[in-house]
């Protein structure tokens, strides 16, 4: 039977109280040796009852019972009772009661102990004990010994870094979980800290430069330099690639302080073999250690740290919120694949585009919705960001276009000339076979030619790599359009308007909004109108959402407008009986 002790107290300079064993359960690795090592003993000197409790590098105890009517409880008592120091155990005349034959304490690397192994028998044996070893007390000492290196193999293999010989992160929640049951600890008052030397990319660029060798070089020194500003008694642990943890009991002020001393003692570089001078970026974060977040206390170290290094702060407190924000993220991405394959989560509603000469329905922008079975509805400016750059991404894209296809095939049926606007992702044309893929599914659809309007944003089309090059090409001999979606957001470039492959450019709607409170505003919009058109692209204007900016959008000379003034997006069947009456194909 198993029962956890209290992992502060548990040395041999200062022994256990025995708990209740409703403490949380013991660390596993640790359980199946003490296990282990009390059912060999049994078996080796013929005992009746073995109590073996062990400190390190989690607080258990194991006791293999063969006495009727004695509680392992009672067996417990005796041991520690046995113990230098150990309280004394008054027993009641009828209590049943087990006699202590040998103890041995497990001797630890540091000589304070890992523990004790103690042999007993009924009160009144029978016979002599039996078995291959029976009383000596230099053969218990001896497997005292064993124990004691299968507790440093322990270590070794699941609570060290092999690295550094720090903890590792095993070890770094174990004795958050000690710590919190200290006794007489004030509350509130635990502290977590993480330092993270360097950014994550810059690991990855500096083995490719200077060779991993080098790279774990620099991370022992980093370990070294960090042991080296540590107040005395505040334990280091290795927490990832260059981050490192640590505990504190004391005051947030403290804390601060600790941190700050640390990064500051990287802002001088590291020299590594003469050869390599790393100069250092540290940041840190803290944040108070509670019962019920243990299980999440690496993840919130890990957001203290994003947060300190994305805010330019040296040390920044653990923000709530932001680890809630990230871990809803975390399963946002985790929940997309099954999205794809349900049929009940993801759909698509339109927003239609209106013809500026004549007021008619000439197109349909297609819009991904998402409704989660817990989350809810989650906006695609969350979840789309998340997967852009990841290998959902083509799966994604691929549903749209699928979907949307598929309904502009059934839509041009009865409406032709019904064209249909579809956002892609700059990773989507870097693809290798996308455009075959795309004229794939239009003949599928029979979805006819200069119909489908793929939009990318300008960013991803200025980029002038072959592989996008190739697939704009490609689709544009397809008979597919592109549009350059949010023009003006930011990377917008006039010159080179007349070398991109689109026909079309959407104005950025957080520009044509502006119009209202910036006359400036206006102007450029009028002169990005006119120069498009003049190099023979047609021009779209998004958020439009007054009847001023519908006003101005025909001032301006543009071809087609959309924005909630026009109409907001639309399920499917409200859309399709919009078009039946807002619908009208003619060339202009």
Known sequence: MLFPLDPDTATMRSQPVFPAPTRPAADP?????????????????GADAVVLMLHSPTAVTHVYNGLAGIADEALCRQAQAALPGGPAVQWQAHAPAARLRLSAPIPGADGTGWGSLHLFDADAPAAPAAGPLADTQAALDRLAAHIASGVRTLHAKHYEDHLTGLGNRHRFILDARAAMQRPGRSPGRLWAGIIEVLPLEDISRLVISAGLHRVEQAISMMSERLLSTLPAGVRLYRLGLVRFGLFRDDTLEHMHGCLSDCVARFDT???VDDVMQLDLCAVAGMIPVEHGELEDLIAALYSTSVAARSQGRPVTVYNRQVLRTQQRHGMIVSSLRAAIASPQQLRLVYQPRERTADGNWIAVEALLRWTHPTLGDIPPGEFIPLVEHTALMPLLTDW??????????????????????????ASDLKRPGFDRRVRRLMDEHGIQARSLELEVTEGAIVRTERA??????????????????????????????????????????????????????????????????????????????????????????TDEMQGYYIARPMELAAMSAALATRHAWAPV
């Open 400 to 425: 749209v276009l699928g979907t949307g296809l598929r309904q502009l095939g059934v839509w041009q049926r009865e409406l032709p000339g019904l064209k249909m606007s579809i956002n892609i992702s």
């Open 29 to 45: 690795h640790a359980a199946a040796l003490a296990e282990t090592a009390a059912m060999l003993a049994a078996d080796l000197f």
């Open 269 to 271: 570089p590291l020299h």
């Open 468 to 557: 996008v090059l190739e697939t704009l090409g490609g689709l544009s001999r397809h008979g597919v359009e592109i549009a350059i979606d949010d023009f003006g957001a930011g990377y917008s470039n006039l010159t080179q308007l007349s070398e991109l492959r689109v026909d079309v450019i959407k104005i950025d709607n957080r520009l044509v909004r502006a119009v209202a409170a910036n006359p400036r505003a206006a102007t450029i919009v009028q002169s990005v109108v006119d120069l498009a058109k003049r190099l023979g692209h047609r021009v779209v204007v998004e958020g439009v959402e007054t009847a001023e900016l519908k006003a101005l959008s025909a001032h301006w000379g």
